[in-house]
């Protein structure tokens, strides 16, 4: 007979506490953080009705004059304009449209936690220590798993789908944010504090925008990640495109999943450009002067 | 009371390391870099560094890498601090400062330049030249009106909305002189600020900073490993070794008197009859003749003077009182030491 693993303790009691521990606290302060992110739902959900209700071909151009400013080139303004155009002719627009506003909040969350605690990662070697580590799991953990405790805190719907995909997208900005700093020329940063200038000073004036370049390879994977948190965040009530999908799924309706899975796809690429021509351009008028 | 000098420097001492005290105690003690370096993995900067800069004067630290000068110019603005000793700037001092002061010191008082310029890649050149200014609080208009003069001052009017990298190695370090020269601090540090530059701009430099020196009379703390760059530039110079002042004098009295073998040899190739003068050469006595030398200039330029007669020549300082005679036999003697 195989021999098991000796049971050293008793991890079903360890499990019961934890549950027994957070639905405590899902009783005590539930209601307190609904509240809480009643604001955040409140603009996500203005967010998705403003780009439903604008015509197409409004946000067609919008998104062609993004990538135009992003680029500062027509083709990768017009290729942009195409994509957007065929999103809405495989009969995706109202999905891709809620895809979007929760791409879009969930990246300006994650950017607006994550980018000053990667500030103060960059200046505490003992802040980064701690960090590091935890950000490894948050990338490594399944991603079903984040979905528990916010389903239990919030119940099914658009918050705890919004602060799952947070939670995953957001090691990326928060990593490369402490990188690019770090990654600074320390004698231009020597230099700034020869002449005086304050901490703040030196991170405004020099650390950010030096780092700018890193900091947005970091929002684009954030938003990279976000974006393909969507079909497993559909299963709580997210919506959009990936919820398509998983009816896909649920009626073995294999049009249905293709369809709103090149939807996906062609959002990807869309923001992908976008993000990444201006990072080139701006690590190329970076490049210039060394 | 207050000193002729600008900066004192007093028993100032470096120890890089994870406990720099205990090593300072050692040092003291007697154990030396090696030892130091051997038994506990602390690496000896600078050892108990005396200097008294005068205002208005160059100042040359001279010494080859690694013998801890960059180390010691950057305890006079304090971004680095000594393990022990005091460093007084006008009277005041500088460790004493808390962070504000420490700041308004540095936005103020001393300014700097770097080997490798150190702009700001991302700002132009009047932005790179008013950043002290601006940092300070200084209106925006009335910054960009300062900086102007300040790029006109370098000879790069304009250039102002260039960026450095479009600017030649020369031009980067000008802009970098600009930035240092528009806080109007009255102490300017300059650790390597020519060595990055190839020998003609370099020259060049030299020359524009004497020239700019001349008219502003700022405290210059100049570092090099360069001899010809020191004896150029400095009023005095400090030769440094492995973190220990070996010599601090000018240079015709470092060229005549070396205080060791290692300033021997350091100061062996160089051309003295361009640097020694006549009246370091002179010695007491009166002679006759019409000839007479003046006691600064050069030897190399009383070749023509000397070679006319075997009488010693009277040398007389720019007032007019003798400094001493001059023979050919103490000229060959000061040149053949070498």
């Not at chain 1, 999943?257 to 690429?269: D, E, S, T």
């Amino acid at each position: 007979m195989a021999q098991g693993f000796p049971e050293i303790f008793d991890v079903r009691a360890l499990g019961r506490a934890i549950d027994t521990g957070f639905n405590q606290i899902v009783a005590d302060y539930g209601a307190t953080l609904e509240a809480i992110f009643l604001p955040i739902l409140k603009l996500l959900l203005a967010m998705e009705k403003i780009l439903q209700w604008l015509p197409w071909w409004v946000v067609i151009l919008v998104l062609a004059a993004l990538a135009y400013a992003a680029s500062r080139r027509w083709g990768i303004a017009l290729a942009v304009a195409v994509m957007t155009f065929a999103i809405g002719l495989i009969g995706v627009w109202d999905a891709a449209m809620a895809t979007i506003a929760l791409m879009v909040v969930a990246t300006l969350l994650a950017v607006i936690v994550g980018l000053p605690i990667g500030v103060a990662m960059s200046r505490s070697k003992r802040m980064q220590s701690i960090t590091l580590p935890v950000l490894d799991v948050m990338q490594t953990m399944p991603i079903f798993v984040y979905l528990i405790p916010f389903v239990m805190l919030f119940g099914p719907g658009k918050i705890p789908a919004l602060l799952a995909t947070i939670v995953f997208a957001i090691p990326p900005v928060i990593r490369l944010t402490n990188l690019g700093i770090r990654g600074v020329d320390p004698e231009i940063v020597e230099a700034t504090r020869a002449f005086g200038a304050s901490p703040a000073q030196i991170l405004l004036s020099v650390q950010i925008p030096l780092a700018l370049p890193t900091i947005l390879a970091g929002i684009n994977q954030t938003t990279m990640m976000a974006l393909s948190m969507v079909v497993i965040a559909s299963m709580i009530g997210a919506g959009g495109l990936g919820y398509q999908v998983l009816q896909g799924i649920q009626r073995l309706q294999i049009s249905s999943g293709l369809m709103a899975g090149l939807g996906i796809v062609l959002l990807a690429i869309i923001f992908d450009r976008i993000a990444q021509s201006y990072g080139k351009r701006m690590q190329k008028s970076l490049k210039l002067d060394h | 009371m207050t000193t002729p000098f600008k900066i004192r420097v007093e028993q100032v001492s470096k120890i890089f390391g994870p406990d720099p005290k205990t090593a300072m105690a050692a040092v003291n003690a007697g154990m030396g870099k090696a030892a130091l370096l051997a038994q506990s993995n602390h690496v000896l900067g600078l050892h108990n560094i005396n200097l008294n800069i005068r205002a208005g004067e160059t100042f040359v630290i001279m010494g080859l890498s690694g013998s801890g000068k960059s180390t010691l110019i950057r305890h006079f603005n304090r971004l680095i601090e000594p393990t022990a000793g005091r460093i007084l700037v006008d009277d005041t001092d500088v460790l004493s400062l808390n962070a504000a002061d420490l700041r308004s010191f540095r936005r103020k008082k001393i300014s700097m330049v770097f080997q490798r310029f150190a702009l700001l890649p991302h700002k132009t050149v009047l932005e790179n030249v008013i950043y002290g200014l601006v940092i300070d609080g200084m209106p925006k208009a009335q910054a960009r009106a300062k900086g102007a003069e300040q790029v006109a001052l370098v000879d790069l009017a304009g250039f102002e909305n260039h960026y450095p990298g479009q600017l030649s190695g020369g031009m980067q370090q000008r802009v970098g002189l600009a930035r240092a020269l528009a806080t109007d601090a009255e102490i300017l540090l300059m650790d390597e600020a020519f060595s990055a530059l190839d020998p003609l701009i370099r020259h060049d430099m030299q020359l524009q900073l004497r020239e700019i020196q001349a008219r502003l009379h700022k405290t210059i703390v100049f570092i090099t490993h360069d001899l010809d760059e020191a004896l150029l530039l400095g009023d005095h110079i400090a030769i440094l070794k492995d973190g220990v002042l070996r010599q601090v004098g000018t240079g015709p009295e470092i060229l005549v008197s070396p205080a060791d073998d290692y300033v021997a040899r350091f100061v062996r190739d160089v051309n003295r009859a361009r640097i020694v003068t006549c009246g370091a050469l002179a010695v007491p006595g009166q002679a006759g003749g019409d000839i007479e030398l003046s006691a600064d200039q050069t030897i190399e330029s009383a070749y023509a003077a000397l070679a006319q007669t075997d009488a010693p020549l009277t040398v007389r300082q720019a007032n007019g009182d003798l400094a001493g005679v001059l023979t050919r036999q103490q000229v060959f003697d000061a040149l053949a030491r070498a």
